[in-house]
Every structure is written in structure tokens, then in C-alpha cells.
């Protein structure tokens, strides 16, 4: 029987996001590790390698394609109630340990992750996605930036169709790689998580390329929103906190920032739930920073008004939610507050048509056939 690796170099193409170097050494961009990779080797990654001085990069599947509401990305300032067609890959550059997509992103690490390719093209998706009624396609549940190449391409047909895109991801990019995509990204959420480089070396990564991605996408017009994942006793102290918040606020103070409950997963199972008074905590952190949207997630209902946005100017609710529920909707067709006509930062659609679905659920996915070994 094949290895996952084996099948996965059945469904591949040479990458847009490198550069040859001499005796066969290729240099990827794809994320912050920029790995210098030898003739028959892979990258850190483990989805990119290098086959006779290219550098091939994966094509043509999905590990998983699921409709999401926009909340559940979550972006909160963009198209609220929309759905957003989610399609991930496998692979990561990172291996945390708390993981929740670690079924994907761990697939090429760990032999208990288990997620069989699916065939895809960019059409049938893009089909799908419209079929379903979604606004946004996403690509997400693994690290999209170390497959690039196959969302643009997915991205260009949604695009084609009238979507809008978006990346869910850990931020470890590139100049080169931010370049690429933007003209094809429209909203970019970034889990910010730690303010220390040490942390983020236990996750398999450093501290800085993530710290220039988010100044750089927000320079760059793409719309941001971040998360961290508040870990008890890993990101919790009120120093990396306020350390988060305020580079957050020395980026721009309109970009929201999302502070998440941990819940034991993979294999952090040690911390326990992040409780509601933890998120309320980080909250004020960031408020007291000077950041304008500041929202708590994963503990529906527990958070008082942590949940919805109000206009930063004269407090009046604009959004209600519970959970990924849209409770009420009041922005102007412009996205400002009815009541002192303050634009609300955001892409906002000009009228709310609704919520298809608060709950994620499952796409027909006959015409995706699993990827089997066999002839490149
Ligand atoms: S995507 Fe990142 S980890 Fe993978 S080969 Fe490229 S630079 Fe290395």
C-alpha cells in the first residue's frame, strides 16, 4: 500500500513560489521558513520538495471542503452571515500541540491523523461553492500559505464567479509569497499565538515573520482580523497579552482582535478550558490598549457583550451575535451606524440578506473522488 506522501506526489505541479539556486538547491517562499531544499528532499512542510531542481508544490485536491458560516473563521467584519465555502489541503509549516485541525495540518507528521485526499479542480469547487449559496471561499483546516499556488488558482475562478476569498492561517509568510496572493486575497485572519519568541519556537516556528506578515497585509489592503487562542499557563500572563494588544493597536486599532477559548486537544491536554473570566480579562487588555473591536469566541452566550459590535463612536449595537448566529443587523448599506454615521471598518455587503446556515455542514462532495496511487 502507498504512504499518504506517496499518494500526495501523485497530485502535484512545479511551484510559482521559488527560486533555483546552484547544484540543484531550489529556495521556497511559500512561508517564513524560506527552506533551502536539495535535489530529492522535502521541506519542513513536508508537502513541498524538490524533484531535479524544481520545486513541486500540491495540486488538484482537497482534504476536506465544508460550509461554514462567516463567523466560525471567524471574520466579524466581513459579510456578516455569509456563507464561506471552506476547502483546506494537508501539511503544515508549524506543529502545535493543540492543534484542532490537526487531522489535516498534522496528516504528513503524524500516522494517527488520518484525512484521504480528495480530487478536486478549481471549477468544481467554485460550482459547489455557488451551489450552496456561499459569498466567500476560504481556504483553510491546513496552513494555506504552503499551498498557495493551488488557491490562487481556486481563487481565480471564484472571483470569476462574483466571490469574494479569504485565507485562514497562521501568518508565517513571506514578502514574496503576500505579493503573490494579493491580488486574489480579500480577507486574511491571522492566529497571532504568543508574544514570545520561545512560544513559538515549541510551535515549530519564530516569532518575527509572523509580527511583519500582519504589518504587512495590513499595509497592503487586505482585510485583517486576528485570533489568539487564549492557552491557560502557555499565553495567558497579562504581560504577553498586553504585549499582543499593543503591537496589534501599532498596526492599526481598527483591526479586530478575536480571543478564543482552549479546549484540550491533540496533544495538549494538560491546561484546562479556558474560562470566560480569562476571555473577559484579555478582552479589557485589549481594550485598555486602545483597540476599537475586541471579541471573545468559543464560549457562546457566557461573555456579555463580547460577542457583538457596537460603533466605536457612540456605542450604538450594530451587530448582535451568539455564537455564529446573527442576531441583529443594523449597518447602513454603507457600513456605517444609522444612528452618527461612523463607518464601520470592514467589507460590508450593502444590505444583510440573511444567515443560510449558523452551523457548519457538509457540501455534496460526489464529484470529488478519492486520490489514489498511480501514474503522475
Ligand atoms: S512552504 Fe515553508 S516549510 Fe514548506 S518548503 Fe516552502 S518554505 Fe519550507
Redesign the pocket.
Known sequence: MSSLQEVLQKTVREGELYEKLDRGFVR????G???R?PDGQL???K??YNEGGKLLVPWGYVACAQCDPIEKKPFFHAYPGALAYSFGMLGC?LHCAYCQNWVTSQALRDPSAVSPPLRATPEGLVEDAVQQGAKVVVSTYNEP??TSEWAVEVFKQARAAGLATGFVSNGNGTPQVLQYLRPWVDLYKVDLKSFDDRHYRQLGGRMQPILETIRRLHAMGFWVEIVTLIVPGFNDSEHELQRMAEFLVSVSPDIPWHVTAFHPDYKMTAPENTSSRTLQRAAQIGKAAGLRFVYAGNLPGRTGELENTYCPNCRQLLIARLGFHVLDYRLTATGSCPRCGAALPGRWAAEFQGQITDQPYLPRLQRFDRVRAGRR
Open positions: 521556497c517562499y511559500a512561508c521558513h524560506c527552506c531544499i521541506g519542513v512542510c508537502v513541498r509549516d500559505l504552503i
